[in-house]
Nanobody, 117 residues
Framework: VQLVESGGGLVQAGDSLRLSCAAS????????MGWFRQAPGKERELVAA???????NYADSVKGRFTISRDNAKNTLYLQMNSLKPEDTADYYC????????????WGQGTQVTVSS
């Protein structure tokens, strides 16, 4: 599965952004997809994940502000980010898992999000 992210950029605190991740395979057939982020000097962390059945989970730091969704007709994963904070600044990666548990198998190249105060 090839994953291509888009939608990153430079915004101000309080603004919104929507990240997209186009998959080369039918997203309906992918058990699990997620968004990760990695800030400079920090480890990569899971931001949000969604299963093929639509179940979602979020990092505590983004609950109520970010929404993950998938459009299976377009084979695209989204991350709607509202009320952005400077601490959301990071490289954001899309990932896909061939199983419902365990590590993710496929990764995109990343898209940069910078939030200025």
């Amino acid at each position: 599965v090839q994953l291509v992210e888009s939608g990153g950029g430079l915004v101000q605190a309080g603004d919104s952004l929507r990240l997209s991740c186009a998959a080369s395979r039918r997203t309906l057939s992918i058990p699990r997809m997620g968004w990760f982020r990695q800030a400079p000097g920090k480890e990569r962390e899971l931001v949000a994940a969604i299963t093929s059945g639509g179940s979602t989970n979020y990092a505590d730091s983004v609950k109520g502000r970010f929404t993950i969704s998938r459009d299976n007709a377009k084979n695209t994963l989204y991350l709607q980010m509202n009320s952005l904070k400077p601490e959301d600044t990071a490289d954001y990666y899309c990932a896909a898992g061939g199983r419902f548990v365990g590590p993710y198998d496929y990764w995109g190249q990343g898209t940069q999000v910078t939030v200025s105060s």
